[in-house]
């Protein structure tokens, strides 16, 4: 179809937390926005406050992406509205937590399925438009928790850790082109992800703010940095210590802070 609006930012998980913040942030830099949820009346709410304060074209593509056919539905609800995509924020996301032998495996497939196949599979598609367009941009939010094993957190942490993997690999693949591809690993964040999540052990450290997730995620960016950046001096030194220590050092100490932030919660 031919594309009759400016590119816009596609931006998953907008109806809270991280994914809100960064619907804002490409707002106020003049973004025309597709906001990506289930929560239809949520998206509509900030479609609306973003009209208004920064005059810009929102869009609202509710969609549940736990179903494995959303990608593509998403992808042609762009086509079919005559958009085109510069920037994509791959942001929804949860976790499941506790021993993996009590987890429910229809919940894990739910998380594997936003966690990983979502992510991967809109990356994949909108990648031939983020390239051809000038300031084309791939956020993929990860976490601090895919930089190592993470007992009690044993899915969660390995989608994280599959979606920095993928990110650095698009990222090397993609070098000489215009795009900028990061994979933004935030520790604990004061953002619904912990009620959604129905879970406390998630909270292994401070707890950071959403602002300080968005201005590492841009200073990134706007550096052209990449492929990876970890939020907050006290992440980075903890996954360098993470790489450096002996595996079953690492998991011994994961293990006992997960349960011991189960406990204090
Ligand atoms: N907060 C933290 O401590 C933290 C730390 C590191 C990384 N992260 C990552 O940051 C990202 C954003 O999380 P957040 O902290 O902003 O949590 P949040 O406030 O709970 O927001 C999660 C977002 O994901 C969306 N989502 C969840 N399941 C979905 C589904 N099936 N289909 C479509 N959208 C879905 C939610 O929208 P609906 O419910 O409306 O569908 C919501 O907009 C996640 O990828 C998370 O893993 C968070």
Redesign the pocket.
Known sequence: MQTTRRPVAIV?????????GYAERFAARGHDLAL????AD?LEELADALRTAHGVQVDVIP????DALAPQRIADEVAARGLRAEVLVN?????TAGAFAGEDAARIA?EIA??VTAPTLLARIFLPDLLAADGGILLM?????GHQPTPNLAVYGAC?AYVTSLTASIWEENRGSRMRVLAV?????A????E?SGSEQ?KVGRVGTVDEVLDASFAALDARRGPVVTVGWGNRIQSVAAKLAPRRLTLRVGRTATERAGRTA
């Open positions: 998953t998980g907008a109806s809270s937390g991280l994914g809100r990506v949820a289930r929560r949520r969609a549940d992406l736990a942001c929804a996301g949860f976790g739910q936003v966690d939010v990860s976490s601090i928790a994280k690993c935030p520790g604990p964040t953002t619904e992800f912990f959604a998630f």
